[in-house]
């Protein structure tokens, strides 16, 4: 898992660990964060530095995960870092950036395990969308970000395309607003009222839908993008009047 130090794959990983997943978990910084993640998930999970937007060491941590941990049935990719720009055409190298991190690790990490989970007739795959992204108008300062999910819900339907009827489910999740401390206050207190009923999601309401995607209950739920965002991507009239 990718992206489990903090926020929503923090809480992924302790929800799936609890239910007795084995779970390895991936960051680029050795932060208190992790370093507390590790202490509490204990024995028998996996805590390491990896940037997987770096094909090679991506592939070197899938490696060493198989050999501590044994065969990769789920790949949640957690990983997905907000990127601002000046403006939408700013800098092309920004836009690399934003898409190495939030697609082409995932393309790199599914082409890693997917094709195992296949000959072995069960595997799940989880990514990470946002509940904004479906009317594509994207803010200029945040299109890079906005293309770059788009085209990962595209991809995991794609995925899910080639997982149907071998066992591997694929789904893409989208949050809306979640406190995961990420934002600055005043940006997070402003994104916030914009939900209906003015409060934002929290993390474990996203790791319960993980957790759920991951179970036998969900083995017919494949190629869907659920959001998980109160009703803050929906038309305001409809919440503002109805
Ligand atoms: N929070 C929200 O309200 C919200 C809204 C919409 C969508 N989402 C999506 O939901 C997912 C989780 O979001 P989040 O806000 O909880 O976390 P996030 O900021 O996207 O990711 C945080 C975690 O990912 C790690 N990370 C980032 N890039 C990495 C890389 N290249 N390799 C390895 N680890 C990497 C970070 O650790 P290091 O920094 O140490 O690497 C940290 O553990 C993301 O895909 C995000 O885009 C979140």
Known sequence: ?????????????????????????????????LRSLRDSLGDGHDVALCDVSDDVAAGRWVDSVGERLG?????????GPFARAARSTDDAAAWRRVFADNLFAV??????????????????????????????RPPPTIAAWYAAKAALVCFSRALAAEGAGRGVTVNCVSPGV?????????????????????????????????????????????????????????????????
């Open 1 to 33: 898992m990718p992206g489990g130090a903090r926020g929503i794959g923090r809480a992924v990983a302790t929800a799936l660990a609890a239910d007795g997943w084995r779970v390895a978990v991936a960051a680029r910084r050795d932060s208190d964060d």
């Open 107 to 136: 393309v790199g990490l599914a082409g890693a395990v997917v094709p195992a989970m296949r000959e072995r007739g069960w595997g799940r795959v989880v990514v990470f969308g946002h509940a904004g992204v479906a009317t594509l």
């Open 178 to 242: 979640i406190d995961t401390g990420g934002m600055d206050a005043e940006t997070f207190e402003r994104m916030a009222a914009q939900v209906p009923g003015g409060v934002a999601g929290r993390p474990e309401h996203v790791a319960a839908l993980v957790r759920w995607l991951l179970s036998d209950e969900a083995a017919h739920v494949t190629g869907a993008e659920v959001t998980v965002a109160g009703g803050w991507d929906l038309p305001r009239s409809v919440y503002k009047t109805g």
């Open 71 to 79: 065969p990769v049935d789920a790949l949640v990719h957690a990983a």
